[in-house]
């Protein structure tokens, strides 16, 4: 009976180390998952500051050419109102020649 008490610890003992090397099996491959996560983290951050970048670019495209619309519509209102001044001049002058 004696041999068997080595035996179950020599079989416990090849056991315990087969579950240490799938136990580390698994941490490695729950590190290299993490790692992949944390890698496509640090992608995503920078593609969305990326992209805020690229959006406050083209809020300012969108202003300057907002603003410049608004320019060219004043400048053109205010031509409208000087042919509707200078109509309205020669419509009177010619009232006063005809009086005349």
Partial sequence: ?????????AFSTLFIVACDKDKAAVDARTDATKEAIDNRKIEVKKAASDATKQTDINANIDKANIEASKKSAD???????????????AEKAKIDAEKK
């Fill in 1 to 9: 009976m004696r041999p068997i008490i080595p035996a179950i610890v």
């Fill in 75 to 89: 400048a053109q209102l205010d031509a409208d109102k000087k042919v509707a001044d200078a109509k309205a001049a």
